[in-house]
């Protein structure tokens, strides 16, 4: 039998630092420049974003910084501080946002969004039924005018990076 890290070392593949075009390396590649709501939390391995097209206020994008595109790609460090990192996010958006528990999902695969990107989306205590468990998506690619405006985005991501130190 495999120990854990002999099982790392053998999945774990190399995550390369950026791909020109990609999405999520190009914001990262940005840096200090990126307004406060595209680097909610930023550590070694990840970098934490309000999403930017949501009608959902709290809807946080977890990404690596570097390129991964599936999830056993990922650095057995990135991969050990993953689950830390989700929960202090979800305390954060219990109590900053009123969230009564989270939904955490992993697709990457749209196009230009094939950068492993982990969805973390509060779960509001009065969300309507069709809103709940995959339906959330209806708050993805909003419209302009559905959207959570920026200042509103810039307000959460202040918040969320206090209560997350």
Excluded at 65 to 84: I, K, M
Excluded at 131 to 157: C, N, Q, W, Y
């Amino acid at each position: 039998m495999f120990g854990r890290e002999h099982l790392l070392a053998l999945t774990a593949r190399p995550a390369e630092a950026v791909v020109a075009g990609c999405f999520a390396c190009d914001n990262t590649a940005r840096g200090e420049a990126l307004p406060i709501r595209e680097r909610i939390v930023v550590t070694e391995h990840w970098r934490v974003a309000h999403a930017f097209d949501a009608s959902l206020p709290g809807w946080l994008i977890v990404a690596p910084v570097r390129h991964v595109a599936a999830l056993d790609d990922l650095p057995p460090a990135a991969a050990d501080e993953l689950g830390g990192m989700l929960q202090r996010l979800t305390a954060a958006l219990r109590h900053e946002v009123g969230a009564v528990k989270t939904y955490v999902m992993l697709f990457a695969e749209a196009e230009g969004f094939e950068h492993l990107h982990i969805h973390l989306v509060p779960r509001m205590p009065q969300q309507p039924a069709d809103a709940m468990g995959p339906k959330v998506f209806r708050h993805l690619g909003a419209s302009e005018a559905d959207r959570v405006p920026t200042e509103e985005m810039d307000r959460l991501a202040t918040v969320l990076a206090n209560a997350y130190r």
